[in-house]
């Protein structure tokens, strides 16, 4: 029998008859501010699903080894079981969200080598910003795991920069999440969609992710739908 072993905001996370292979659900929630900010939005779970999905098989084919096996259906995908270490690995091309508001810079401004900040996983503690040696001192990953964790976030950094260009995007900013499989392994995991990366629009600078949620400036799911659009385009042509 499958079993809900993880509900998170965005996904749940499901076992399934191998031990191995766990079954993860997209739901329509979309939350901001750290879960304070709280909606249904019909269809959203479909289009995450969608988007992440195409994404990962991309970046399976340009050989980052990751978690995900196959999308199953609108709602459901199936992944490598992993233990996921309880870190937000974020990568920042372009000065936006907390780094303005943290650093009294104006959104907008590039940084000549991307910006790699790290921090801890909790809802709890909404989740604070965590250097290496506190990382090390509560032993959630050694220097050459952190280390791989930010070689695979610069070569992701670097094809999906590319990938979103040819959607006429801008890749502003992301996050990451790792786990390890079970022979100890760190491999890429959790999702890549517009929940967790910032895109502006080349020609106009319009946002094309969560901020249009966060900030109340658009439509959720006809911004999601146009990046799918954009994405399924860019992956045929290819
Ligand atoms: O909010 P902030 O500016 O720090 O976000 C940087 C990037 O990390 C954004 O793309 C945002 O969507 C993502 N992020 C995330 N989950 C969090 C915090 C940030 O996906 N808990």
Redesign the pocket.
């Known amino acids: 029998m499958e079993k809900l072993i993880y509900a998170g905001k965005a996904k749940q996370m499901w076992t399934t008859e191998d031990d191995e292979i766990l079954k993860v659900v997209y739901m329509d929630q979309a939350t901001a501010l ?1 879960g304070k900010k709280k909606d249904q939005i019909s269809g959203k779970g479909i289009l995450n699903n969608h988007i992440s999905s195409l994404i990962f098989e991309y970046l399976t084919q340009q050989g980052i080894e990751n978690h995900y096996i196959k999308r199953i259906s609108d709602t459901e995908e199936l992944v490598k079981k992993v233990t996921i270490l309880p870190l ?1 690995m ?1 990568t ?1 091309n372009v000065a ?4 303005t508001t943290r650093f009294g810079v104006e959104e907008g401004k590039i940084f000549t080598t991307p910006v790699e900040e790290t ?1 801890f996983k909790s809802d709890e503690l909404d ?1 604070p910003f965590m250097n290496n040696s506190q990382i090390f001192a509560l032993k959630i990953a050694t220097k050459s795991e952190i280390e791989k964790m930010w070689e695979i976030s610069r070569r992701v950094n670097q094809l999906l920069t590319e990938l979103f260009k040819k959607m006429n995007l801008r890749l ?4 990451l999440e790792f786990g390890r499989l079970k022979n100890g392994e760190i491999v890429l995991a959790d999702e890549f969609s517009p ?4 895109l502006w629009d080349i020609d106009s600078n319009a946002h094309m ?2 901020d249009v949620y966060r900030r109340d400036i658009g439509d959720l799911t006809d911004v999601y739908k146009e990046v799918l659009k954009r994405l399924q385009k860019v992956l045929t042509e290819d």
């Open positions: 750290n937000e974020v920042r936006a969200g907390h780094f921090y989740d502003i900013d992301f996050k929940d967790n990366c910032r992710d969560k």
